[in-house]
């Protein structure tokens, strides 16, 4: 029996022409989608809501600043679009950003993973990553594990599971979305990625946008002081998690450059 899900394109303006087609063509496959509206942060810091709250003193150690408003914007449009789906009892989450042209055989692959009960499955990422095959989803489509964070938020999936952790973590914020994910490993989170890709990026389309200009904060002595315990911390939880699950990534390689048609960083 298939699932039930919530898939949502996060999205400041519902009717743009690319938030639209990504609407048609979901459907096209037999998905079923909506739009969530995206938190707006490009005229002032969105306020938080009840169990949300800043980590600033994590935040000026691990990247020397709080996350801009455009930043908070795009996190909490990603964090709030989890907690709905979850608190309305959906077993699977998929969110896409309004800047991505989804692959012809998405839907078939996004049917094959809801019997899968992952975590989270990124349906794209923004860097090649070692990473182990564990074998065919549908047609040329193959799941893969990759021992390092791929990068990117414009499509991914979380099971209730997945959601669980992500929420539970994710509500004290101090990094940018896609840097929570690919610290998987501090909360847990067992992340995979479909190869080849299953949507690619319209360079410059996004209505949610992810940077802007730096506050003015800046770390002092012993903010600057602690980067490098933190770091460490960090990677020795990334390395535990490994050695916990190393059949899990036994035999990884690196792909090649032809998995995506969004140009990969190395």
Known sequence: MQKKY?????SLNRAAENTQKLLSDLAAQGISA???DAVDGRNGEPPLEDGEYFRDTLAMIRHGKRLTNSELGCYLSHYRAVRQ????GFEYVCLLEDDVVIEPLLGEVFKT???RNLDMVRLMSLKLRRRKMLGPLFGKHCLVRQERGGLGTQAYMLSRNGMKKFLDYGCGIYEPVDKVFDHF???DLDVFAVEPHLAFELLGETSVAKRAPVYSDSPNLWHRLMFHPVKLWFSLCRHAYLLRHRQAFLGAEM???SISKTTRKL
């Open 6 to 10: 919530m898939c949502r394109v996060i």
């Open 34 to 36: 909506d739009v969530f």
């Open 85 to 88: 789906a979850y608190n309305e």
């Open 113 to 115: 993973l809801l019997e």
């Open 185 to 187: 490993f501090l909360f």
């Open 255 to 257: 792909p090649d450059t």
